[in-house]
Each structure stands twice: as C-alpha cells, then as structure tokens.
C-alpha cells in the first residue's frame, strides 16, 4: 500500500451557512423545534431569510467543517462536495481552499443553486437549522475520483449526504474505493433525523464492514440501537463496528474498539456561544489523532479541544490556532 497523500479526506455537502440570532418566541411563531435540523425547499429558504435578523455568511457543511478542522491541525485534508457555478459556490471555494483543504470538484452550472443552511442560534447557545440543499444533493458518482480515494488514509462522510439517492451512490462508490485501496472509511450518523429515515441503510453498512470508524452523539446511538439507554446503545453499535466515537455534550465523549474503552471529559470553556460545528470538529480532532497513529484517549482528547475552540465563537470552521492548542498531542 502507498504513503497516503491526504491525511483526511471528507465526502459531504457543500453548503454556506447563514446564521442569525433568534428567540425562543420566533421559532415557536416559526414552527421550529428547538435545536434540530430539517430541509427545506428554495421557496421556504426564502421566506424564512426574509424573516430573520441580520446573518453571517460562513461556509459550513458538516463534513467540509471537519476538513477545516482537520486542516486547523496542521494535517493534509481534502474535500468533495457540489457546489454551482454561483456567487455561494465561488464562497465556499474561496473559503475551504483558503483553510488549507484540497477542493476536489469542479462547480456545476446546471445543479441550480448552492447549497445554504440557515441557522438561528437562542440565546442559549443552540441553534436550529433550515437546510436547502440545493446543488449539494447533486453529487455523482462521476465525480468519485478513485485514485484521489486511494490517496488518502482515512475517508470521511457524513450522515446528512445519504438523504438523496444520487449523491448516496456517490458515497459507497467511493466507500468500495477507499476499501479496495486499504483505507479506513470513517462515517457519521450527523443527526437524529438521519437515523430515522435511514436506520436500515445504516445498519446495512455497519454489518457488510462497510465503516471502519462511527461517530454518533448518545441521542444517534439510542436512535440506531432502539433503546433509551445509552450504555445499551454503546454495546449493540460497538459489536457491529471496529471503531465507536460517542459524543455526550458537555459530558465528554467515549470511544469502544473491541475490548477497549476510553472516557474524557468535556475541555473546559469561557464561554458558550454557538453550538454549530461542534461534532464536526470533535471528528476533525479524533480522525486526526487516528491520522496519526495516537491513542483512543489521546484522539478523543484531540476531538474535545477542537469542540470546545468552536462553540466558543459563531460558526463552524475554527478561528484560533487549533495546532498550538493541540501542543504536544501534535508536536
């Protein structure tokens, strides 16, 4: 097997993050729940941008977060993703290639518009998200570059992009290049909703030893795993995985690879503003550590530095030196 080229390498949607302070009263007006996720349409994207506040234009996306934050660490990362050839998509471009991240596909003038999610963020720190995926769900298979795959070490995707039937091919093409090249596929279950909808597709990709590496928060795991128990939930998954990356919030995180378990706290914080980006740069910091031959506790600790640098400022790709903070962990 080759030395990989890219340390990293993240298959997500490509998407411009609007984000925009809001009250409780709003998204009860709005008819939004609190802290969660949905998609939406163009028409809806719309009308909900016309009733916000001022927002922040950011460049975002769950798995390009993840390359950002891989990149933050001073590692090689790379992205694919769809953007179109519009003002947005020139954005993201800009945005992710000046973060130091390789952008592996070429815009696209006949997917519509770039993708964006609008996301209002209480006072609380929570933020609730509005995504038009536009362009994003427009990833083919023709844009899986196999040797680009087999260059990096660890591949990388997130739950959110499995939604659409065409960028889904995309993604186990690019799964059943990474394996046959030797690589690790990493994947995350990204949300709750994701689950719902594709608990049986994920289960399939677990039990055919499609996924090396998953990451879930406890309320993910206790979705897949059926049960309110989030200790129960750790044993089934990490009996169908060889890598389980559990997130809790301000508890910490665990990781379960065989007979092995690691637990860390939380990395303590200023002061919350914005919980956006948070699992992203959890999973920067461990597949990094794991890009690097580091422990489960050493990874897990990595992932809790990266975490707690972003919810301490709006959006989601880091600000601060991610490398100093990382010290010795990265030396």
Same mark, same amino acid.
């Given at each position: 097997?080759?030395?990989?080229?890219?340390?990293?390498?993240?298959?997500?949607?490509?998407?411009?993050? @609007?984000?925009?302070?809001?009250?409780?009263?709003?998204?009860?007006?709005?008819?939004?729940?609190?802290?969660?996720?949905?998609?939406?349409?163009?028409?809806?994207? @719309?009308?909900? $941008?016309?009733?916000?506040?001022?927002?922040?234009?950011?460049?975002? +996306?769950?798995?390009?977060?993840?390359?950002?934050?891989?990149?933050?660490?001073?590692?090689?990362?790379?992205?694919?993703?769809?953007?179109?050839?519009?003002?947005?998509?020139?954005? $993201?471009?800009?945005?992710?290639?000046?973060? +130091?991240?390789?952008?592996? =596909?070429?815009? %696209? +003038?006949? @997917?519509?518009?770039?993708?964006?999610?609008?996301?209002?963020? !209480?006072?609380?720190?929570?933020?609730?998200?509005?995504?038009?995926?536009?362009?994003?769900?427009?990833?083919?298979?023709?844009?899986?570059?196999?040797?680009?795959?087999?260059?990096?070490?660890?591949? $990388?995707?997130?739950?959110?992009?499995?939604?659409?039937? =065409?960028?889904?091919?995309?993604?186990?093409?690019?799964?059943?290049?990474?394996?046959?090249?030797?690589?690790?596929?990493?994947? !995350?279950?990204?949300?709750?909703?994701?689950?719902?909808?594709?608990?049986?597709?994920?289960?399939?990709?677990?039990?055919?030893?499609?996924?090396?590496?998953?990451?879930?928060?406890?309320?993910?795991?206790?979705?897949?795993?059926?049960?309110?128990?989030?200790?129960?939930?750790?044993?089934?998954?990490?009996?169908?995985?060889?890598?389980?990356?559990?997130?809790?919030?301000?508890?910490?995180?665990?990781?379960?690879?065989?007979?092995?378990?690691?637990?860390?706290?939380?990395?303590?914080?200023?002061?919350?503003?914005?919980? !956006?980006?948070?699992?992203?740069?959890?999973?920067? +910091?461990?597949?990094?550590?794991?890009?690097?031959?580091?422990?489960?506790?050493?990874?897990?600790?990595?992932?809790?530095?990266?975490?707690?640098?972003?919810?301490?400022?709006?959006?989601? %790709?880091?600000? !601060?030196?991610?490398?100093?903070?990382?010290?010795?962990?990265?030396?």
């Amino acid at each position: 097997m080759t030395q990989p080229r890219l340390d990293v390498l993240c298959i997500g949607n490509a998407i411009v993050d @609007v984000i925009a302070d809001a009250d409780d009263a709003f998204l009860a007006e709005q008819g939004l729940a609190k802290n969660a996720m949905r998609l939406i349409d163009q028409e809806e994207a @719309v009308r909900l $941008y016309g009733l916000m506040g001022p927002g922040r234009e950011v460049s975002g +996306g769950s798995a390009g977060n993840t390359a950002a934050g891989v990149a933050a660490l001073g590692l090689k990362a790379g992205f694919i993703g769809q953007v179109a050839s519009d003002e947005l998509g020139d954005i $993201y471009r800009h945005d992710i290639e000046a973060q +130091g991240v390789e952008f592996l =596909v070429e815009a %696209r +003038g006949d @997917v519509g518009a770039t993708a964006r999610s609008l996301i209002l963020v !209480t006072p609380d720190a929570h933020r609730t998200m509005n995504t038009f995926l536009g362009a994003a769900q427009c990833l083919e298979s023709s844009a899986i570059d196999r040797d680009r795959i087999a260059e990096a070490e660890i591949l $990388y995707l997130e739950g959110y992009l499995w939604d659409p039937e =065409v960028p889904r091919r995309a993604m186990e093409a690019a799964m059943e290049a990474a394996h046959s090249a030797g690589r690790k596929v990493a994947f !995350t279950l990204s949300d709750t909703f994701c689950v719902d909808r594709h608990r049986s597709g994920f289960w399939d990709l677990l039990w055919d030893g499609k996924v090396d590496i998953l990451f879930a928060n406890e309320a993910e795991a206790m979705a897949m795993a059926a049960t309110d128990d989030v200790e129960q939930a750790k044993a089934v998954l990490s009996k169908a995985v060889p890598l389980l990356v559990v997130t809790k919030s301000e508890k910490g995180a665990s990781a379960i690879s065989g007979n092995e378990r690691a637990d860390i706290p939380a990395e303590p914080i200023g002061k919350l503003v914005d919980t !956006t980006g948070a699992g992203d740069l959890f999973a920067a +910091g461990f597949l990094a550590g794991q890009a690097r031959r580091l422990s489960l506790e050493q990874s897990l600790t990595l992932g809790a530095i990266a975490a707690a640098e972003v919810i301490q400022h709006y959006g989601a %790709r880091p600000e !601060t030196d991610l490398k100093a903070l990382a010290g010795d962990l990265l030396a």
